[in-house]
């Protein structure tokens, strides 16, 4: 069964206090991406990779980090949280350029 | 920022109605999906568009890609209550792999 796995479900953290957010998935896909969605501003691309050590910013990179050392994760890093980037993320994979599977996502707020 | 218009907002209709909902940008797309998100869920892909002018069908969805490369449209036939959700469209931008997804459209379908 084609999964997308994100850990963890729900994340309160306060400012400042590093974080990380994993994203694994079983398809083999090259092409994965991370996204917030904010209410009234649908989703956001944060960045994405097309392949092993291969990423790329989005729409709204800033504060955020990733990488893609296998193909299989690819893992959202908060080095410094701040409150505006209280959100729902999501990851994504695909077989070539744009998302087909989602993952559950990740509800993050940050206090 | 945000670069997919998509409209309406929100749409309460009768099952059995049609849908139309719609996304247009001022910029021009490489592809064009069209996802559908439950509550709780991550959104699930409905229908991809890789050509301008390009008509797909999945089931009762009808999708477009509109001529210029700058629109398309999504139609939902004889609704019933599980199409209840939050539809979105998204592009992928010509010049890299970047996407940008529209707010989303609130679907409501009354018995």
């Known amino acids: 069964e084609a999964q997308v796995t994100q850990n963890p479900r729900y994340l309160i953290t306060v400012t400042g206090k590093k974080l990380t957010v994993t994203c694994s998935q079983n398809?083999?896909?090259?092409?994965m991406s991370w996204y917030r969605q904010d209410p009234g501003l649908g989703l956001r691309q944060i960045y994405y990779?097309?392949?092993?050590?291969?990423?790329d910013k989005g729409d709204v990179p800033e504060g955020y980090k990733v990488s893609r050392k296998e193909k299989r994760n690819f893992p959202l890093i908060l080095e410094s949280p701040s409150p505006n980037q209280t959100s729902l993320y999501f990851c994504?994979?695909?077989?070539?350029?744009?998302?087909?599977?989602f993952g559950n996502g990740t509800r993050l707020t940050v206090t | 920022g945000q670069q997919l218009n998509q409209s309406p907002q929100s749409m309460f209709i009768q099952e059995g109605e049609d849908v139309s909902m719609n996304c247009t940008s001022s910029?021009?797309?490489?592809?064009w999906l069209w996802y559908k998100q439950d509550p709780g869920e991550g959104p699930v892909l409905l229908i991809a568009?890789?050509?301008?002018?390009e008509l797909t069908s999945n089931g009762r969805l009808t999708a477009q890609f509109g001529i210029t490369r700058k629109d398309s449209f999504l139609n939902i036939s004889a609704s019933i209550p599980s199409d209840v959700g939050i539809y979105f469209c998204?592009?992928?931008?010509?010049?890299?792999?970047?996407?940008?997804f529209g707010a989303g459209t609130r679907l409501t379908v009354k018995p």
């Open positions: 568009l890789y050509k301008a002018g």
């Open positions: 990779s097309m392949n092993v050590e291969v990423t």
């Open positions: 998204a592009g992928q931008l010509t010049n890299n792999n970047d996407m940008r």
């Open positions: 398809m083999n896909h090259e092409y």
């Open positions: 910029s021009i797309f490489n592809t």
């Open positions: 994504a994979t695909g077989q070539s350029i744009g998302p087909l599977h």
